[in-house]
């Protein structure tokens, strides 16, 4: 059974940084997408960033230039670091890992910017 812990979420000022993770444990096919969504209150789950096995990445437009994502494929970890927070960017973050048959969430991590 595949699971994602995440860790790294909390309360920030604008401008200011933090710096998520999210490690994989269980069987993971070597060909996968790890990613971190968000989901702000009353608003849908929105994608901030994924990045593939091999490194292709994606970024929303909302979060370019300000976010960076990378993984250590040897740790089946992703991270997340954020940069220049907004309050906008208050959200529930979540790890997500695509398979080739399914997918898996983490639990969230709550990120507060203040202004």
């Known amino acids: 059974q595949v699971q994602l812990v995440e860790s790294g979420g909390g309360l920030v000022q604008a401008g200011g940084s933090l710096r998520l993770s999210c490690a994989a444990s269980?069987?993971?096919?070597?060909?996968?997408?790890m990613g971190w969504y968000r989901q702000a209150p009353g608003k849908q789950r929105e994608l901030v960033a994924h990045?593939?096995?091999?490194?292709?990445?994606l970024y929303a437009d909302s979060v370019k230039a300000r976010f960076t994502i990378s993984r250590d494929n040897g740790k089946n970890t992703v991270y997340l670091q954020m940069r220049s927070l907004k309050p906008e960017d208050t959200a529930v973050y979540y790890c997500?890992?695509?398979?080739?048959?399914?997918?898996?969430w983490g639990q969230g991590t709550l990120v507060t910017v203040s202004s």
């Open positions: 269980g069987s993971i096919f070597s060909s996968n997408v």
């Open positions: 990045i593939t096995s091999v490194g292709s990445i």
């Open positions: 997500n890992l695509k398979l080739p048959n399914f997918e898996v």
